[in-house]
């Protein structure tokens, strides 16, 4: 029975890390493709997106129990991080006060990394933060459907996390 339950997980976070991966690859079609240049905090969106595919891989790949947790923490603390980001985004895209709404100047990743020097095509924020607000799907701009995906993914790392502690 906790094999079945264990499975039911690992479906679960297939699901997260696919989802993730789906739109770390939209981001980067936006980018390079439509040449949709990405700001900081679209920048740090990714960087939690990235956290979350990341930490849902690991338990996809390894089958312990322990790691199923510590995969799913990831899920979560990555889930947590990007719709903050992408509600603070929203706020700038809503606030209507140029002085107030704006992005940083220099990025401050987690730790000091300086990712956008190490993996520039992913992470280097060269664009204005009022951009991704302009283009829409379905009367939403990309900063809220990332906020949607979020509450979408907090959701997913709930069915995982009483799929695996339920017995």
């Known amino acids: 029975m906790l094999a079945i339950k264990e499975h039911k997980t690992t479906l679960t976070l297939a699901a997260i890390f696919s989802s993730a991966f789906l739109l770390i690859v939209a981001a980067l079609y936006f980018e390079h493709v439509e040449g949709l240049l990405p700001c900081i905090q679209c920048v740090y969106q990714r960087l939690g997106v990235t956290f979350i ?4 891989l690991l338990g996809v790949i390894f089958r312990q129990r322990c790691m199923k947790i510590i995969s799913l923490a990831g899920v979560a603390v990555g889930t ?11 706020m700038i895209a809503n606030n209507s006060n140029p002085f107030t709404s704006s992005c940083e100047f220099e990025p401050t990743f987690p730790f000091s990394l300086p990712l ?8 280097e924020a060269n664009g204005p933060c009022d951009v991704a607000a ?3 799907l379905m ?10 995906y979020s509450v979408s993914c907090g959701f997913l790392f709930m069915v995982g996390a009483l799929t695996l502690i339920k017995r």
């Not at 595919?53 to 849902?56: D, G, K, N, P, V």
């Not at 956008?116 to 992470?123: A, H, Q, V």
């Open 116 to 123: 956008d020097t190490w993996i520039p095509w992913l992470f």
């Open 80 to 90: 947590c991080y990007t719709a903050s980001k992408a509600y603070e985004h929203i």
């Open 139 to 148: 009367g939403m701009n990309m900063p809220e459907w990332v906020f949607v």
């Open 134 to 136: 302009e283009w829409s």
């Open 53 to 56: 595919m990341l930490s849902a």
